[in-house]
């Protein structure tokens, strides 16, 4: 039955091959398109719904910083007002339960000590013209704050994690956002990992590793806890909404030794009982997301992410809802992204391949929808490139997912590849238009994005299949597989490989350059960790509790010898030597995951054994860059280094300011010695 089904999918994937020669051999190739369109400032995002349904929050830059702005639900853009004139960038906005607050949480060059801030809308509602004082909820030092909750019958409070008083616990704090008062909940010296709460902003439950491996599920009683639930090392217990009867939570769960998909279960906190809700009816994926109705806390929706996005309604209100959507909307994927308590007014959203996203504003009593805003509507929809899923077999005989994108008008044979690997390693590649990918297909490259083992949402036999297996074992294989697949089909260059990825994914980069030398023309580690000992070692301490159940499972505890040694012989700066491909590394100096340490070392290794390497460091940075100017940067940089060593398109013209800050982050290898000063 094995070989029938390999058969099977060897032949789809190539009719998929065939499909793409057919679209390259009867086009001609896009126009070079502004690489601004890819990585400059969205105009308008991040827009949320009032839980009331009178208004609309969203980003929006002022001064060349992205703030908060405010609009009537119905009324146009053009007549939103100014909230925030933060210096720093603001990342999103969200709002209190009784709507009379908007809030948004900021670190500071992204160190990730976020802070919770509020904005007070009593004045804007009186007429007042002036931008109302936004009021630091957690105003402490070193202390990084993380929200819980902004529970329904209390919706003047949020209930706040603060480490406070241990850098590597947070405590609960139920804050009060008129005063900024806050009372602690409990002292956390149980060392709990997260915390569920219920209506009334109270501990219900609480989620912890088990020594050795393994989580184990509280209930909060009114002195101690109560054990209701554990999982081993290789199974997981997801807490997704508790119900109004304190006494029924969803949760998703693959626990059992048969069991391989998660599940939506039903959980009696009380006993501890789970009852079999769904899973994947196509039983290809785990269970994926659940949507409740935003009073009741009925479920409406479920959604399982395989090739593509499934979404399943669970009522017959909740059918009709999706009806209407399918049939007002453009095809592509829809997501909610915020909707009114009284479901009179939903926000949309619908992306694609080709489409970053398209917000649209849905009155589902009138069948009613509006288009809000698209997330990037200069991009030229009709020249982006097609993402197609597909699979293959590893050496070891396991079904491996992956995407592949082919540039438009060329026919896919012998083409340049950039192999961009995703970060977790706990995440995975889904169907959407992801910029870089979008950008790299623009300049001519293949790119492959591969699900490598260890990858999430495949179920527990998958993802577990990557313990251990990282840089010289099987995960790292899958992305190598990948490449020869391309290679024998003919679509990829064997002398124009690139590899590409951030975090993690920066990590296979360089274990991809390192342990198959040959493989590689080049390689773009970004934030990447280049010694997993330093690296382990230097977590913050938020982390710690946490490391159990994740990182020293799967790439191991330095403070185990054999584990100790094992992550040596698996980081490339100790084989720094065997590195042959040209180098363009990528790191922010404030990036609390990956210190900057990583790249100056390998930059380092490899500048002193007369090894070509580029090295961009953003002072202003954190794990990853974010400001438009840094990323306008470090795309034309990419771009100008692929064009070298694969011989892509590539845009030769640099605005004044962009040319001036890829100056200012580039570094002078031949005077680095020690981790660069964490100053613009």
Not at 130 to 158: C, F, H, M, Q, W
Request: hydrophobic fraction near 40%; include cysteine; charge should be positive.
């Amino acid at each position: 039955m094995k070989q029938i089904f390999i058969s099977i999918l060897v032949s789809l994937q190539l009719m998929a091959s065939t499909v793409f020669a057919i679209q390259g051999d009867a086009e001609t190739p896009p126009p070079l398109l502004d690489r601004e369109l890819f990585f400059g400032p969205p105009r308008i995002s991040g827009a949320q719904l009032s839980p009331d349904g009178q208004w609309m929050c969203f980003i929006k830059a002022y001064k060349g910083v992205r703030n908060i702005w405010l609009k009537r639900a119905k009324e146009p853009f053009e007549a939103a007002r100014l909230m925030t004139a933060s210096k720093h960038p603001v990342p999103s906005c969200f709002w209190s339960r009784n709507s009379d607050y908007l809030l948004y949480e900021q670190d500071k060059g992204g160190d990730e000590m976020y802070h919770i801030w509020s904005v007070k809308l009593a004045d804007i509602r009186k007429g007042e013209k002036r931008i109302p004082p936004a009021i630091d909820l957690t105003p402490l030092k070193e202390v990084r704050a993380t929200i819980y909750s902004l529970p329904k019958n209390t919706p003047g409070s949020i209930i706040l994690g603060l480490n406070l008083r241990d850098p590597g616990i947070h405590d609960p704090y139920r804050v009060d956002i008129a005063s900024g008062k806050r009372v602690l909940l409990r002292e956390n010296r149980k060392r709990i990992g997260s915390w569920v709460i219920d209506r009334n902003g109270d501990l219900l439950l609480a989620a912890r590793s088990l020594p050795g491996g393994g989580t184990e599920l509280l209930r909060v009683d009114p002195v101690g806890y109560s054990q209701i639930a554990t999982v081993n090392a290789d199974e997981e217990l997801i807490v997704l909404k508790c119900l109004e009867d304190h006494r029924s939570c969803y949760v998703a769960s693959d626990a059992g030794k048969e069991v391989d998909l998660l599940r939506l279960m039903l959980l009696d906190v009380k006993t501890g009982k789970m009852q079999f809700v769904e899973q994947d009816p196509e039983r290809e994926v785990d269970f994926g997301t659940a949507a409740f109705h935003p009073v009741s806390d009925e479920l409406q929706f479920t959604s399982y992410l395989g090739d593509r996005l499934r979404v399943y309604p669970k009522t017959e209100e909740a059918a009709l809802l999706w009806k209407g959507l399918r049939k007002a909307l453009p095809d592509g994927e829809i997501s909610f992204v915020s909707v009114a308590d009284d479901l009179s007014l939903l926000l949309v959203r619908v992306s694609s391949d080709v489409d970053p996203g398209s917000i649209y504003l849905y009155e589902p009593e009138i069948s009613k929808i509006t288009l809000q805003y698209r997330v990037r509507p200069g991009l030229p929809r009709q020249h982006l490139a097609q993402m197609q899923p597909l699979s293959f077999i590893a050496r070891d005989g396991m079904i491996i997912h992956a995407y592949l994108t082919l540039p438009r008008g060329v026919a896919p044979r012998n083409l340049p590849l950039v192999m961009y690997i995703h970060g977790g390693p706990w995440k995975r590649n889904y169907w959407r238009s992801d910029p870089y990918v979008q950008f790299l297909a623009n300049r001519g490259y293949a790119v492959m994005q591969v699900n490598y083992r260890g990858s999430a949402g495949y179920g527990k036999r998958y993802i577990n299949a990557g313990i251990r297996e990282l840089g010289t074992g099987a995960m790292q294989h899958d992305i190598t597989d990948a490449v020869e697949n391309l290679k024998r089909k003919g679509i990829a260059d064997p002398k124009r490989i690139a590899i590409f990825g951030g975090s993690f994914g920066g990590y296979a980069t360089l274990a991809g350059v390192t342990f198959t030398p040959d493989l590689y023309a080049c390689g773009i580690p970004y934030a990447a960790p280049s010694n997993l000992v330093t690296f382990t070692e230097s977590f913050p301490d938020y982390w710690k509790s946490f490391l159990e159940n994740s990182w020293y499972k799967w790439i191991g505890n330095p403070g185990i010898a054999a584990d100790r040694q094992e992550m040596i012989e698996r980081s490339p700066l100790f084989k720094a030597d065997r590195i042959k491909a040209p180098l363009l590394i990528i790191h922010g100096a404030n990036d609390p995951r990956v210190q900057q340490r990583e790249a100056d070392q390998i930059v380092i290794a490899l500048r002193d054994s007369g090894k070509p390497v580029e090295y961009l460091v953003a002072p202003d940075e954190g794990h990853g860059f974010n400001a438009a100017r840094n990323r306008m940067a470090m795309a034309a940089a990419i771009e100008q280094f692929l064009a070298k060593h694969l011989g892509g398109r590539y845009q030769e013209r640099l605005r004044p300011e962009t040319r001036k800050r890829l100056a200012k982050i580039r570094v002078d290898v031949s005077t680095l010695k020690t981790s660069s000063p964490n100053s613009d």
